[in-house]
Every structure is written in structure tokens, then in C-alpha cells.
């Protein structure tokens, strides 16, 4: 969604939040500073223990690749701190991980603050990886995707693949031709609010193509008053506006909360994890228009629930 939309809804979403907060001033429930509904996990720990490192990020074409909110400075941006990070279009990901494993408590284990708002959730499927081989690093064999509200629903597109192509111009904006397959063809449309090129050109070996295979989630897409939004998905996905994400105290809120239990391996069966290594966020909607643009997850830090 493009940026001067996104400023001024986010305005209106912050008065009518601040309205809503000061009508619990009295400490009453609500306000998402009163104990939460999660048994077991508190996501109010006051002592946030942020992303110590990202191994990876590789984002599909977007309106904000190759800025601020979509390049190297961007990944440094959530390391210990929150900040933001575009995972671009379908299938663009990140990986990273904590300076601990982050153990499977009762309830919640991590949260994922994104940017959503009420008329913008762009839901991001998250895994999670255990190190088995001690290596260091997060290997094929190793995931388990976090089952979300949609997990299993004849409406997800399981092994979803598509292909970007980088434009020959990439000295300006153009459109992203991409390919599917199922068949399908189109492009990441460009909108008149990001000049630069959205093909990632800071990626190791500078690809002449991109591509990502992934679950695709249906839109989620409707217009109200004349106006593209994003609807919430259920739960267990990032930057998505779902019930739990206005829980928390000034760290945690404004994140999706997320629980190892629901792990699945590659055949859906559920997995019984103690701990895990990595985490990999990905977006999991295939949606653009001229107006907003594409659909992108955005990720603003993350906090294990491990405590100390
Ligand atoms: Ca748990
Ligand atoms: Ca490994
Ligand atoms: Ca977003």
C-alpha cells in the first residue's frame, strides 16, 4: 500500500486507538495492558529479547525493494530493536533467529510486530527450524510451518510457484512481469508514489530472475467506500490485524503472537517441538493493483517469549 495512504490511515487508526485507550484509563480490559487471554505465556515481559540476527532475506519484487524499508540498511533495522523490513511481493522471505533457542512454553512463544492496521493486513506464513545438525544454519530438512486459521482450507494454493523477471530498465519503476505455475501470467504494477525499480538488485549475483514456491493465500482484498482493503485472515500469520494483535505491553504489541505447538511437517502431520533455532517469515498473498500496489508482508522486529 503506498506510503502517503498507509500515513494517513495509520493517523486516523492512531487517534481512534489512543480514543479507545483512554476510555480504559480506569485499568479495565481492553486496552491491552491488563493480563492477557493466553494461559501460561505473558507477552508483557518487560524485558524484550529481540532478533540478534538475520541469515537471510531475499524479497520479491515490491514498491519498497531497493529503498529504505527493503534493502541491507533495512534488514539491520529489526536486529535488537524494532524496525522495518518489506518482504516485497508473494513468496519474498527473511530468516532469523535469536541469541537463544526459543523454548515451547505453554501458549505463546514469539511475537512478530508488522504494520498492519485495520485496512491493511498482509499476512506472511511463518515457519519454524530446529538445528538439528548443529551447523549453524536453518537446511531444508529442518522446517515446519506454523499451522494458521486457514492451514489445510481448500482456498490455500499448497506449492504454489511463481517466477519474477527483472526488467531491462531498472533505473525507474516498471512494471514486474511475472509467471505462475498454474498457467497464469501478469505483473507487479508499479504506482505513481515509488520511482525506483522493484526487482531486488542488491541480491548475491544479481538474478535475472526470481523464483519463489510457497502457499498462496486467497485474496483477502475488498472495496470499501472506494477504497482497496486488506481484510485480517484468522490467525497465526504476521502483519495481519487479527484479534490478538493489539495485545501487549509497548514492546510486544502491534505484533502477531505465535505458539510451536501448532508445527506441522511437509505431510501435516503435527509436530511436538521442545524448542527451535530459526524462524522464516513469507509472503503468502499474490495480489497488486495501481493504486496500492502489491501486497507485502512487512515485518518490524521480533521478540522471543523465552524468559531469561
Ligand atoms: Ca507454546
Ligand atoms: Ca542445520
Ligand atoms: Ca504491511
Redesign the pocket.
Known amino acids: 500500500m503506498n506510503r502517503v495512504i498507509r500515513f494517513f490511515i495509520a493517523l486516523l487508526c492512531s487517534f481512534f486507538i489512543f480514543t479507545a485507550c483512554s476510555k480504559d484509563d480506569g485499568g479495565t480490559e481492553g486496552n491491552g495492558n491488563t493480563d492477557n487471554d493466553m494461559p501460561g505465556t505473558s507477552v508483557e515481559d518487560n524485558t524484550p529479547r529481540w532478533i540478534s540476527e538475520v541469515l537471510e532475506y531475499c524479497p520479491a519484487p515490491g514498491q519498497f525493494i531497493n529503498t529504505g524499508s527493503g534493502n541491507e540498511t533495512a534488514v539491520q533495522s529489526i536486529i535488537g530493536k524494532k524496525g522495518l523490513l518489506s518482504l516485497g511481493g508473494f513468496g519474498g522471505y527473511v530468516i532469523f533467529r535469536f541469541d537463544h533457542a526459543v523454548i515451547n512454553q505453554d501458549g505463546y512463544d514469539f511475537v512478530i510486530l508488522?504494520?498492519?492496521f485495520g485496512e491493511?493486513s498482509?499476512p506472511g506464513i511463518v515457519s519454524v527450524a530446529i538445528d538439528k545438525n548443529g551447523n549453524g544454519k536453518p537446511d531444508d530438512d529442518e522446517w515446519y510451518e506454523l499451522k494458521g486459521s486457514e492451514y489445510g482450507k481448500p482456498s490455500v494454493t499448497v506449492g504454489y510457484t511463481v517466477t519474477y523477471i527483472k526488467p531491462e530498465d531498472t533505473n525507474s519503476a516498471r512494471n514486474i512481469e511475472w509467471t505462475d505455475n498454474l498457467g497464469n501470467s501478469g505483473v507487479v504494477t508499479v504506482n505513481s508514489f515509488h520511482t525506483q525499480c522493484y526487482f531486488p538488485l542488491f541480491l548475491e549475483g544479481n538474478p535475472d530472475r526470481l523464483v519463489f514456491t510457497g502457499s498462496r493465500l486467497p485474496d483477502n482484498v475488498v472495496v470499501e467506500n472506494r477504497m482497496e482493503v486488506l481484510k485480517p485472515v484468522g490467525w497465526g500469520y504476521a502483519?495481519n490485524y487479527s484479534e490478538d494483535y493489539t495485545e501487549g505491553d509497548d514492546n510486544t504489541k502491534n505484533s502477531n503472537k505465535f505458539d510451536i505447538a501448532n508445527a506441522v511437517d511437509a505431510s501435516g502431520n503435527s509436530v511436538s517441538l521442545e524448542k527451535i533455532d530459526f524462524v522464516k517469515v513469507c509472503t503468502a498473498l499474490h495480489w497488486s493493483s495501481p493504486v496500492i500496489g502489491e501486497a507485502?508482508?512487512?515485518i518490524c522486529g521480533a521478540i522471543s517469549l523465552t524468559p531469561r
Open positions: 508488522g504494520n498492519a491493511s498482509e502483519d507485502s508482508t512487512e
